[in-house]
C-alpha cells in the first residue's frame, strides 16, 4: 500500500517528555546497563574462543560468529534503540537512520543463520560423527561463517536499494523504519524467518531423537559391559548429549525472542500496528544478544574457568592459551 510520505511526516511530531527527570535518568541507566551486559558478555565469549586452544572447534567458531554478532548488536544497535524508545522519536539524521537500518537488519539476519548452522552442525555432527570429523575442520568452518556473513550483507544492501532507501535519503523526522513493499516483504519472510526457524525446529527434533537414541545406548553398554574402551565411548557420547541440550536451550531461548517480532512482521500487513509495542517488539529480538552470555554462564562451565582466567589477568602468563578450560 503505498501511503504519501509527506503527509506522513506533516503528521507526526515528536512528543514532549511525559516522564519526570529522576525517571528518565533511571531509564538511561537501565540502557546503559545493558549495553554493558551485552557488550562485555559477548567480548568475553569472544575472547574465551579466540584466545584458548582447547577451544578452536568447529562448532565454537559458529558460537564464535553468533557472539561476534551479538557484540556488534550490544555496541552499535542497541543503545541506538534504546534511546529512540526511551525519547520517543528518532533524534538523529536521515542519513544515520539508513545506516542503522542496514546495521541492525544485517546483524538480526547473521544472528538468525549462525543459529540455524549451529542447528545443522550440531545434527550432522550427531548424526554421521566419523564423516563430521573426516570432512569439518576449523577452516573450513571459518570459511562457511564468512560467506555467511557476506551473503547476508549482499542481501540487505539489495534489500534496502530495490525499497528506495539509497535513491531517496529523506526519512520523516522522528521516523526510521525500512517499509518493504508487499514482494520483497514476503522473499524476506520466508529467507530471513520461515526458511531459518524451519531448519532449526526440525533439526533439533532430529537431534533430540538421536539423543535419546544415545541415551539409550549407554544405558546398554553399561549393563553389558564396563571395559575401557566401553567407557571412553560411553564419555564421548554423554559428551555430545550434553552440548546438544545445552545449545538447545541457547536455540529456544532464541526462538522465544525472535517469533513476537515476526508474528507482528505478519499482522503488519493486515491491520495497523502502532510504533511503541512494535518497537518493544523488536528489543527483544535484540536483547536475546545481552541474554546469550547470560545462558553461557549458568549452563557451560568452560565458559566460567575461562571468564576466571581472562578477569585475573591470567590470559597473560606464558601458555595461557594451553590451559585446559574443559575438564
Known sequence: MEVNQTDQCLQFVCPERSVSTAVYVFLYICAAAVVLLTVFGNL??????CHFKQLHTPTNMLILSLAVSDFLVGAIVIPVSLT?????????SAVFCVCFILVSYFLTNTSIFNVA????DRYFALSNPFLYTDRVSVSTMCIVVLCNWFILLLYNITLQYFNGYYANLTVCPGHCFLVLDEIWSLVDL???FALPCSVIIILYGLVFVIVKKHATAIRELNTVTNTQTTKHMTDSMKSERKAAKN???LVSVFLACLFPYFIYTVLGN???????PFQKVLMLVYLNSAINPVIYALFYP?????VKITLTLQIFNTDSALINVLS
Open 44 to 49: 568475553l565469549i569472544i575472547i574465551s574462543i
Open 84 to 92: 529512540w524508545m526511551i525519547e520517543s522519536c528518532w533524534i538523529f
Open 117 to 120: 548452522l549451529i542447528a545443522f
Open 190 to 192: 520466508l529467507l530471513i
Open 247 to 249: 545449545l538447545g536451550i
Open 270 to 276: 493486515i491491520i495497523e500496528i502502532e510504533i511503541g
Open 302 to 306: 568452560w565458559f566460567r574457568r575461562c
